[in-house]
């Protein structure tokens, strides 16, 4: 497995292509903006685009994909509960921030809980994490996490935005640091870091982990 990526747009929000070495098939998490970009990401791996996975529908993890998909005529996965977000409230919000915005077709495939989605031979589990987003979800497998903007390094994602609920906020971390400690946490912003680490220095997962100790 190789995971590329490319932090992208004045939110400075990181879009990953997920690629099976073996079969070369990919899937693009999160195109949030400068398609172009993305595309030439797509277009460097050699690989086979199959689908684009979005964690939520915020305007910065959203505002590419009408760009990559005029090349890759592929299907959006979206879990429905942030259909208001992917149809209207992220134009919405690309306004008041005075940032371009494209409206994208779609999405085409809902996500749940628990599904099972492919690529290639790589496997990996839709986990629902709601909070930042009533549908923010983490893409678990293959020993890394995919999971948007529920955990950063060394912080968390709002919960200060329409539609955030921060009790949804604190069962999600609760659920997501039960996460072997040696997973790879890819998030929607920010470096790379583990579950371990988390637990060790963030202080949102800090309790969390002494709790999970007893």
Not at 49 to 71: F, K, N, S
Not at 93 to 108: C, I, L, S, T
Not at 152 to 164: A, E, K
Request: aromatic share 8%; glycine share 10%; hydrophobic share 40%.
């Amino acid at each position: 497995m190789k995971i590329d990526v490319r932090t992208v747009g004045p939110f400075e929000e990181n879009s990953y292509l997920v690629v099976d070495e073996g079969s070369a098939r990919a899937v693009l998490i999160d195109p949030g903006a400068e398609g172009d970009v993305l595309v030439r990401m797509v277009r460097e791996s050699g690989a086979t685009l199959d689908a684009i996975w979005l964690t939520h529908a915020h305007i910065d993890h959203i505002g590419g994909i009408a760009a990559v998909r005029r090349v890759y005529d592929v299907p959006v996965h979206l879990h429905p509960l942030d259909l208001p977000f992917y149809t209207q409230l992220s134009a919405r919000a690309a306004e008041v921030y005075g940032v371009p915005f494209e409206q994208p077709d779609g999405p085409d495939r809902e996500l749940a809980e628990g599904d099972m989605l492919s690529c290639g031979a790589l496997r990996f589990t839709v986990m629902h994490v709601p909070g930042h987003a009533p549908g923010l979800v983490s893409f678990n497998g293959e020993g890394v996490a995919l999971s948007g903007d529920l955990l950063f390094c060394g912080s968390i994602g709002r919960t200060d935005l329409p539609l955030c609920n921060p009790f949804d906020m604190d069962s999600s971390l609760e659920r997501f640091a039960t996460l072997p400690g040696e997973t790879l946490v890819y998030p929607g912003h920010g470096p790379a870091t583990t579950i371990a680490d988390e637990r060790r220095s963030n202080p949102f997962l800090a309790g969390r982990a002494r709790a999970l100790k007893r």
